[in-house]
C-alpha cells in the first residue's frame, strides 16, 4: 500500500489512509448494525414497523442539510478539526441511542448521529490537500478513495452480521429489555475510539487563509434543502397531493434569490461558477441520478425478493437470511467495483472509468426487466449493478474535488453527498407511489403489481444511462494529475473557457491544481 499511495514528506501516506480506513469502516458498521435489529428496535420501542421510515427520513434530512456546511468550515478551518467536530457529535448522538427508551428521544438521537455522513467528503478533500503538493493529487485520492469505499462496505457487512450476533450474545428477543441497551453500546464504543485514530493519527490540512462563512448564503441553501426534501417526505407518506407538490416547488424557487445571491459573493456558500464547469456539474447530476438506485431501490429490491410467488405470482419468496445473502453479494460486489476503480482509470481515464461504471449500473437494473423469475437472475443484476456502484460511490467525490480549485474541495465533494440524498429521497417517494398503485390495481391481477417493480428497475435504469450521458460532456482528461504534461494543457484550455470560474483569491498555480 506504501508505495501505492506514495510515502514522499507531504504526501498521501499509508498510514493516513489506514487511520481514514478505520474511519470508514465503522461509518458501515453504523450502516450496517442496525438493520437485522430493526423488528427488535420496534418492539422495544413499543412503536409500529412504518414509524422506523421516520427514523430513516429524519437522518437523511440531518445529512442533506449540516453535510456543505460542515464541509466549507472544514475548508476554512481544517478538515480534520471538523471531523473531529463532527465524530463528538455523532459518538454523543451514538450514546444517547443506547440508552434512548422512548420513541422521541430515539428520533432526536438517530437524526444527531448522521453527522457521520460528512465523514468521507472531509476524508476526501483532506487526501486531496495532501497530495496537491506532490503533483499527484488526483490519481493519489481516487486509489485512496476506492480503499475508503472497501471499509465502508466491509463494515456495514460486519455490522449487519455483528449486529444480530451481539443482540444474541446479550440474550436477545427473551431478555429484550436487559440486551438492547448493552448491544447498542457496541456501536457506540466503536465511534468513541473513532474520534481518538483521527486526533492521533490523521494530520490537518492547510486552509487558505482569510476566508468567511457566508451565512445568509447558507441560511438559503438550508430552507431549499429543507422544503425539498420535506415535500419528498411528504409525497412518499402523503402521495401525490397539490400541498404537497407546492411544498417542493416552493423549496426550488428559493435557489432563484440563493443564485443572484451567491454570484455577488466573493466567498460564497457554493461557487456556481465553479459548479457551472464542464468538469463539475455533470458529475454532481450523476450523483443525483445514482442516489435513484443507490438509496431509492434497496428496499423495493429487499420486498420484491421476499415477496412469495405462490400467493401473487412473482417474487422470489426468500427468507430473511438469504435476502441477507443477497444484500451481502451487493456489498461485497460494491467493493471490487471499488477496487477496480483505479485500475480502470489508469488503463483508460478516470472519465472512462465513470462512464463504465453508469452503464453497469445501467445494465444491472435493466436487466431485471426480462430476468427477475430466478433467484439467480438476481443475484447475477444485483452484482452488475454493484459493480458500477461501486465505483461511483468513490468515484464522485474524489472526482468532485478533483474539479474543484483549492479551497473549495471540501464543500465540493460534500455536494455529491447531498445531492446523492435528494436522489434517494426523490427515488424513494416516487417508487412508494408506484408500488402502492400496483398494490392497489393487484386486486384483480398480479400484472399491474409486478409492472410496479419493473417501473422501479426501468427508473433506475435509464437513470444511470442519462448519467452516463452526461458523463461524456466532461473533457476527455478531466480529473488527472496536474503533473501530467497533457491534462495541463486541457486545464489551461478549461480556464480559458471558463475565464470567471475561479474566485481572485483562489487561484492555483499549475503544480497546485488538478483540473481547474
Known amino acids: 500500500m506504501r508505495k501505492l499511495l506514495g510515502s514522499r514528506a507531504g504526501s498521501v501516506t499509508a498510514s493516513l489512509i489506514g487511520f481514514l480506513f478505520f474511519v470508514e469502516f465503522v ?14 428496535l420496534v418492539d422495544y420501542l413499543g412503536i409500529r414497523d412504518a414509524d422506523f421510515n421516520i427514523f430513516e427520513g429524519s437522518q437523511l434530512l440531518l445529512s442533506a442539510l449540516v453535510v456543505p456546511i460542515l464541509a466549507k468550515l472544514g475548508d476554512m478551518y481544517g478538515h480534520k478539526r471538523i471531523l473531529l467536530i ?3 457529535l455523532t459518538a454523543g448522538a451514538t450514546w444517547w441511542l443506547a440508552f434512548a427508551g422512548d420513541f422521541t428521544s430515539f428520533l432526536i438521537a438517530w437524526t444527531l448521529q448522521g453527522f457521520y455522513v460528512v465523514w468521507l467528503p472531509l476524508e476526501i478533500a483532506l487526501i486531496f490537500d495532501k497530495g496537491r503538493r506532490t503533483g499527484h493529487a488526483a490519481s493519489a485520492t481516487r486509489k485512496a478513495a476506492a480503499l475508503l469505499i472497501v471499509g465502508l462496505e466491509a463494515g456495514a457487512i ?56 457566508d451565512w445568509l448564503g447558507f441560511s438559503l441553501l438550508t ?64 450523483a443525483f441520478l445514482i442516489g435513484i438506485s443507490i438509496l431509492g431501490a434497496q428496499a423495493p429490491l429487499s420486498t420484491y425478493a421476499g415477496t412469495d410467488p405462490g400467493e401473487v405470482g412473482y417474487g422470489l419468496g426468500l427468507t430473511s437470511g438469504s435476502i441477507s445473502i443477497l444484500i451481502g453479494l451487493y456489498l461485497i460486489s460494491m467493493i471490487v467495483g471499488a ?33 427477475h423469475l430466478e433467484a439467480w437472475q438476481v443475484f447475477t443484476n444485483m452484482a452488475i449493478a454493484g459493480l458500477g456502484s461501486g465505483v461511483l460511490m468513490g468515484a464522485m467525490p474524489a472526482a468532485a474535488a478533483a474539479a474543484a480549485p483549492r479551497g473549495q474541495t471540501g464543500v465540493a465533494s460534500a455536494l ?49 444511462l442519462i448519467a452516463a450521458a452526461l458523463l461524456f460532456m466532461v473533457p476527455k482528461l478531466s480529473f488527472a494529475d496536474a503533473s501530467d504534461s497533457s491534462e495541463l494543457d486541457a486545464a489551461a484550455a478549461l480556464a480559458a473557457a471558463t475565464p470567471t470560474a475561479l474566485l481572485p483569491d483562489a487561484r492555483l498555480s499549475d503544480s497546485e491544481s488538478s483540473s481547474s
Not at 461509518?27 to 427488535?40: A, C, E, H, K, R
Not at 457496541?186 to 490523521?202: K, M, R, S, Y
Not at 423549496?251 to 455577488?264: I, Y
Open 416 to 464: 455529491t453527498n447531498t445531492t446523492k440524498t435528494i436522489g434517494g429521497s426523490f427515488a424513494s417517494s416516487i417508487f412508494a407511489i408506484v408500488l402502492t398503485i400496483g398494490a392497489v390495481q393487484v386486486a384483480g391481477s398480479t400484472a399491474s403489481s409486478l409492472f410496479g417493480y419493473m417501473m422501479v428497475w426501468t427508473i433506475c435504469g435509464v437513470g444511470a
Open 158 to 213: 460486519a455490522g449487519a452480521l455483528g449486529g444480530a450476533a451481539v443482540f444474541g450474545a446479550f440474550g436477545g428477543e427473551a431478555m429484550l429489555q436487559q440486551s438492547m441497551v448493552p448491544t447498542m453500546m457496541v456501536p457506540a464504543i466503536a465511534v468513541t475510539l473513532v474520534f481518538f485514530v483521527i486526533l492521533f493519527g490523521v494530520p490537518e490540512s492547510e486552509p487558505l487563509p482569510n476566508r468567511t462563512l
Open 86 to 88: 463532527s465524530t463528538v
Open 339 to 371: 477496487l477496480l476503480f483505479p485500475l480502470i482509470s489508469r488503463v483508460f481515464t478516470p472519465r472512462t472509468a465513470l462512464i463504465i461504471a453508469a452503464f453497469f449500473v445501467a445494465a444491472g437494473y435493466l436487466l431485471f426487466i426480462p430476468f
Open 27 to 40: 461509518s458501515g458498521i453504523l450502516q450496517g448494525f442496525y438493520v437485522p435489529l430493526i423488528p427488535d
Open 223 to 286: 430552507m431549499g434543502l429543507l422544503l425539498i426534501t420535506s415535500g419528498l417526505t411528504f409525497l412518499k407518506f402523503n402521495g401525490p397531493q397539490l400541498w404537497v407538490f407546492a411544498i417542493i416547488l416552493l423549496g426550488v424557487l428559493v435557489f432563484v434569490p440563493f443564485t443572484k445571491f451567491e454570484l455577488r459573493q466573493k466567498d460564497p456558500a457554493i461557487d456556481l461558477r465553479v459548479l457551472a464547469q464542464p468538469n463539475m456539474w455533470p458529475v454532481q447530476l450523476t
